[in-house]
């Protein structure tokens, strides 16, 4: 995989980690990704989404971490109604392929097809943040414009039907197979960590030198601390990461 430059990888981070994209320095402004026209303007046929075979999906799901953690957790797979569990876990541990609309709405590849982000969710995300994207999830199956999916999961948020996120949630993103964007594809193996509010600055994201980047998620109302490691979820080293 080619090395990225600082200012690409920046860019990049919009359209890869929990598929989360929105701004941080340095990146494409959300005005001017809008302003761009999107090469997938609507949702396309659900068979593009769904993967050929279940077996294909839980082997995915695994590779986002590594055998220790990923084997002992719950895996779920997507089906045409929604995701749905295929193998109860051990750990409390939840291991999932997420589609394109775990970004937020307003980023170009909404609809990406293509888009296969394997994830590997510790106990607290698993119980507090994963609720949402199942939410999303069946919010996009059952035909809601993107404007009704931001409405819905507001409201669900300030009604409190949605659980408060847990201290301590966080995910393994080490999926050498996994599509996280066309220009990204499987970028680096990284770790991702989840926090209320805006959290950038506490974390000292972003700055020369830090190893942690951030993104907002005002969707979500979540800040995502992404901390890209050496070793894919197999043990392989992953390339370098230039800054």
Same mark, same amino acid.
């Given at each position: 995989?080619?090395?990225?430059k600082?200012?690409?990888?920046?860019?990049?981070?919009?359209?890869?980690?929990?598929?989360?994209? !929105?701004?941080?320095?340095?990146? *494409?402004?959300?005005?001017?990704?809008?302003? $761009? $026209?999107?090469?997938?303007p609507?949702?396309?046929?659900?068979?593009?989404?769904?993967?050929? +075979?279940?077996?294909?999906?839980?082997?995915?799901?695994?590779?986002?971490?590594?055998?220790?953690?990923?084997?002992?957790?719950?895996?779920?797979?997507l089906?045409?109604?929604?995701?749905?569990? !295929?193998?109860?876990?051990?750990?409390?541990?939840?291991?999932?392929?997420?589609?394109?609309?775990?970004?937020? *709405?307003?980023?170009?590849?909404?609809?990406?097809? $293509?888009?296969?982000?394997?994830i590997?969710?510790?106990?607290?995300?698993?119980?507090?943040? !994963?609720?949402?994207?199942?939410?999303?999830?069946?919010?996009?199956?059952?035909?809601k414009?993107?404007?009704?999916?931001?409405?819905a999961?507001?409201?669900?948020?300030d009604k409190?039907?949605?659980?408060?996120?847990e201290?301590?949630?966080?995910?393994?993103?080490?999926?050498?197979?996994?599509?996280?964007?066309?220009?990204g594809?499987?970028?680096?193996?990284?770790?991702?960590?989840f926090?209320?509010? +805006?959290?950038a600055?506490?974390?000292g994201?972003?700055?020369?030198?830090?190893?942690?980047?951030?993104? +907002?998620?005002?969707?979500?109302?979540?800040?995502?601390?992404? !901390?890209?490691?050496?070793?894919?979820?197999?043990?392989?080293?992953?390339?370098?990461?230039?800054?």
């Amino acid at each position: 995989m080619r090395t990225l430059k600082r200012p690409v990888l920046q860019k990049n981070l919009i359209a890869l980690a929990l598929l989360v994209q !929105v701004v941080i320095p340095g990146a *494409t402004s959300r005005a001017q990704a809008q302003a $761009k $026209k999107s090469p997938y303007p609507a949702m396309a046929p659900l068979d593009q989404y769904l993967m050929p +075979d279940e077996k294909s999906e839980i082997a995915l799901a695994r590779s986002a971490a590594p055998a220790s953690i990923s084997g002992q957790a719950e895996v779920m797979v997507l089906a045409r109604t929604g995701y749905k569990t !295929v193998v109860k876990g051990r750990n409390g541990f939840l291991c999932i392929v997420e589609r394109s609309w775990g970004a937020t *709405t307003d980023h170009p590849e909404f609809w990406n097809p $293509k888009i296969r982000g394997a994830i590997c969710f510790n106990p607290p995300s698993a119980r507090t943040f !994963v609720p949402i994207y199942l939410m999303k999830t069946k919010l996009v199956l059952a035909g809601k414009s993107k404007t009704e999916i931001v409405q819905a999961t507001a409201a669900a948020l300030d009604k409190k039907e949605l659980p408060v996120l847990e201290p301590g949630a966080m995910c393994y993103m080490l999926s050498k197979q996994q599509y996280l964007s066309d220009e990204g594809m499987n970028w680096y193996p990284h770790l991702m960590f989840f926090i209320p509010g +805006d959290a950038a600055k506490s974390w000292g994201a972003n700055l020369p030198g830090s190893p942690v980047l951030a993104t +907002d998620d005002p969707e979500e109302r979540v800040t995502i601390q992404m !901390v890209p490691v050496g070793t894919w979820s197999d043990g392989t080293m992953a390339p370098p990461m230039a800054h």
